[in-house]
């Protein structure tokens, strides 16, 4: 049981467009879901917060109009990287929590490389 | 400003032999602590946790010690087997169920 799906889990695209990434809780429910970035070698940087049926909360120095967040359903977070440029280029994980869950326990998802040409 | 900090890049360590995996921590109100592990271009997955009223939580193979006036915590494994290669992540429960993760460990089990 719980498990976080991502899709797609590699995508290139040119710079300019906008990227779709989607995350997925199959077994469980998740009012909120989290969005990381990882640089390679480095750490995993949490970018927002996001909570279903409402706006989601971003961390600071984290563009919100460049990383548009919806959680439209108890299941599925979406991600767009809106005109994306090279240095947006990086490994994107979501993780979710179970709704009825005890524990602080985050489930993550496989993550998607994003490459910008 | 790192809030959590994993000091040791790399560790290399013999099958069979211990491994101590090492976390510090800044900001006195985390109160939930949790070990990930990570294989390349996979998302991390959960080993085990520790609330900050325990210093010390075990499963299986695996150890977590918290030393609270000191702002530490660790991971021990034993015996340590070449599967567990892998980056290790130390993570803070730094608000309602938000995460700040240190900058991991390389584990690499010699056979």
């Known amino acids: 049981g719980a498990v976080v799906s991502q899709h797609p889990s590699w995508v290139i695209c040119k710079s300019g467009t906008s990227v779709k990434i989607e995350c997925r809780s199959l077994?469980?429910?998740?009012?909120?879901m989290f969005w990381y970035r990882q640089f390679p070698k480095q750490s995993l940087m949490l970018m927002a917060t996001s909570n279903e049926g409402s706006k989601a909360t971003y961390e600071q120095g984290v563009e919100k109009d460049k990383f548009l967040i919806n959680h439209a359903s108890l299941t599925l977070s979406t991600l767009t990287v809106t005109s994306a440029h090279p240095e947006d280029s990086s490994f994107y994980i979501c993780s979710a929590r179970d709704l009825a869950g005890e524990s602080y326990e985050q489930y993550f998802g496989p993550g998607t490389r994003l490459t910008v040409t | 400003d790192q809030q959590v900090k994993q000091n040791s890049p790399s560790l290399s360590v013999q099958e069979g032999r211990i491994s101590i995996l090492n976390c510090d921590y800044t900001n006195s109100m985390f109160d939930y602590f949790l070990w990930y592990k990570k294989y390349p271009a996979e998302g991390p997955t959960f080993l085990i946790s520790?609330?900050?009223?325990?210093d010390k939580n075990e499963d299986g193979r695996f150890t977590v010690f918290l030393n609270k006036s000191a702002k530490h915590l660790s991971l021990h494994i034993v015996p340590s087997q070449p599967g567990d290669s892998a980056v290790y992540f130390c993570?803070?429960?730094?608000?309602?169920?938000?995460?700040?993760f240190g900058t991991g460990t390389r584990l690499k089990v010699l056979a």
């Open positions: 520790i609330s900050s009223i325990k």
């Open positions: 993570a803070a429960k730094g608000g309602t169920y938000k995460y700040i």
């Open positions: 077994d469980f429910q998740a009012t909120t």
